[in-house]
């Protein structure tokens, strides 16, 4: 269907000027997205590598769209199942990932005969039109990928309609918890299908017996890809006494030397500005409350000299489970440290959340392995692993961390439905 590299390549092969404009065109207007939420531009192309990936996977998910034979209980009788499209899909991504957030949706529901309309976020809206326009490209016919952006004054007004039109049959949202809370609400006038991908609250626990410097690694990646503005990025780290103090000083060291904040279209930044004030002064708020009860600044823990909305990476120690950046998810590049004694009290903590989306956790004990990630209450857990995303897997959360799942071979479920047919007097 649609590659990965048409925008790269600005039409390379092209046959003639107007083709290759359009191109050219597509992929400036979707650098403007990743330049208004501030990815550094390898990881907006990295994005846009994941974001083809679902259109190729449900492309061919598409052909496996298996009913069902039942041995009937009566002579008479045959019993079939049947998978058809939900019907009208409308779509509500978020401005983190502009362009991979709504393929994960519009890739399934296309493949299981869906239409959409995609409500892009209001700071990222540009996306969803290039995408529209590749839409177009790859011959899909006129009104079945179908965008409405709109100001962040409209969005309750359009997000109501969206969910109480009896003629969408489902919704398929990705954002905060709250704003899934409202939707369901309005969801539920007609008995919508739904699909919620909401907040994280992810616990990253290094045990004793782990691989200090690959939990270094993966505690990086987890924490501050996209500048620690990701729903499965780490948001509280969990460390054993006994590996402790080695575990904190190697991660101050790593996030000083690998992490660079700066212009994302410089090679070398890794760390973008987050996505508003808003965002930066919560990430503010989280570090003065945990400071004022005694937790400890190792690295970072204010605004960038670059100023405007970038922040340093920051690592805090000596943090409790009284201090809010443990209790509620942060969205930006803080990661606090609590110390724990015993395997029982880390699960405790990491399970006394009411959101389970991801979790992490560094172990090399195999007997632990296994009883860890059966009890961590979460949708996915990297062991040894710190970011696990992948087309061919499930992505999806527990408790209020939504409802259903997205890519892999369940994600087109969310757009099916089955239908049961008895044929009798046979
Ligand atoms: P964030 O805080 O990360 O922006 P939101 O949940 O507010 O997360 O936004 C995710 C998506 O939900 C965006 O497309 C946004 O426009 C949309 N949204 C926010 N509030 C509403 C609402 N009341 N009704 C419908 N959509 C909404």
């Not at 996209?226 to 790593?254: M, P, W, Y």
């Not at 943090?319 to 405790?348: D, H, N, R, S, Y």
């Amino acid at each position: 269907m649609v590659r990965a590299d048409d925008g790269e390549q600005g039409g390379a092969g092209a046959d003639h000027h107007g083709r290759e404009r359009r191109y050219e065109s597509r992929h400036r207007i979707q650098m403007i997205d990743y330049t208004m939420m501030g990815k550094p531009l390898k990881e907006a192309q990295g994005e846009i590598v994941y974001s083809a990936s679902f259109l190729e996977w449900f492309a061919e998910e598409a052909r496996r769209i298996y009913g069902d034979v039942i041995p009937a209980s009566a002579k008479d009788r045959r019993v079939l199942v049947l998978k058809q499209p939900v019907g009208v899909a409308a779509i509500i991504t978020p401005w983190n990932f502009p362009s991979a957030m709504i393929t994960r949706k519009v890739g399934a529901a296309l493949a299981a005969g869906c239409t959409v309309v995609v409500k892009p976020a209001e700071d990222t809206p540009l996306s969803a039109l290039a995408l529209g326009e590749l839409a177009n490209q790859a011959g899909i016919p006129a009104g079945v990928y179908n965008v409405v952006p709109c100001s962040r004054q409209q969005t309750a007004a359009v997000g109501e309609v969206l969910c109480t039109d009896p003629l969408v049959s489902k919704i398929s949202f990705t954002g905060s918890t709250a704003t899934g809370k409202i939707l369901l609400k309005h969801a539920a006038g007609t008995v919508k299908r739904v699909s919620m991908e909401l907040g994280g609250h992810a616990p990253f626990i290094v045990f004793d017996s782990a691989d200090v410097d690959r939990a270094v690694a993966g505690a990086l990646a987890s924490k501050y890809r996209n500048s620690g503005q990701t729903c499965v990025c780490t948001n509280r780290f969990l460390v054993q006494k006994g590996i402790h103090d080695e575990f904190v000083e190697k991660f101050a060291k790593a996030i000083k030397k690998e992490l660079h904040v700066g212009n994302g279209f410089d090679a070398k930044t890794t760390q973008g500005p987050l996505i508003n004030e808003k965002a930066v002064e919560k990430v503010e708020k989280h570090i003065k409350d945990a400071v004022s009860q005694g937790a400890s600044i190792v690295t970072g823990g204010k605004r960038h000299s670059l100023g405007k909305n970038f922040f340093e990476p920051t690592l805090l120690s000596n943090v409790t489970t009284k201090m809010l950046c443990t209790q509620e998810e942060t969205f930006g590049p803080l990661a606090p440290v609590i110390k724990f004694e015993t395997e029982a009290e880390a699960v405790a903590i990491a399970n006394a959340a009411n959101v389970g989306l991801a979790g992490y956790f560094y172990s090399q004990d195999p007997a632990q392995i296994w009883r860890v990630a059966e009890q961590l209450e979460v949708g996915m857990v990297g062991v040894n692993e710190g970011i696990i995303s992948s087309v061919e897997c499930p992505f999806g959360g527990v408790k209020e961390s939504g409802l259903g799942r997205e890519g892999s071979k369940y994600g087109i479920d969310e757009y099916l439905e089955i239908k049961y047919v008895c044929i009798g007097g046979l």
